[in-house]
């Protein structure tokens, strides 16, 4: 049971940090679950994935679209892209020829976060507002 209101919690705090910053947490999801030995971490990942075939941004998206501050193109050609991508990355998780390990992914994402953040500290710097 305790699992379940973990779980809530997690969900309802990247909910508002996803409409906050328009980025969806999933590596701190990953890490929380991982660290509170709920799941495997691959069963973990793919609940993720999951969870990313819905439209969770739908109130998000409906404000954005109210004040006409949608730029469809962009977002249909990363949409397709997306989809590819994600598609050839999930042969390295799940195994199809060449497996990553748990430590191999945990590493590439820590490596991505990294990067982020960096970049997200970068742009703050030289805003101006």
Do not use: H
Not at 70 to 94: A, D, H, P, T
């Amino acid at each position: 049971m305790n699992q379940y209101i973990i779980e809530a919690i997690l969900g309802l705090l990247s909910g508002i940090f996803l409409g906050i910053t328009g980025i969806l947490p999933v590596g701190v999801f990953l890490i929380i679950l991982d660290y509170l030995n709920i799941g495997d971490y691959r069963s973990n990942l793919g609940a993720i994935l999951f969870l990313n075939l819905f439209p969770y941004t739908i109130g998000s998206i409906y404000e954005f679209y109210k004040t006409k501050k949608i730029n469809y193109r962009l977002g249909w050609i990363l949409l397709f892209s997306i989809i590819v991508g994600s598609y050839i990355g999930s042969k390295y998780v799940v195994g199809a020829g060449f497996k990553l390990s748990i430590k191999q992914i945990k590493y590439i994402s820590a490596f991505v976060g990294l990067i982020m953040c960096i970049l997200f500290f970068i742009s703050a710097y030289y805003e101006t507002d």
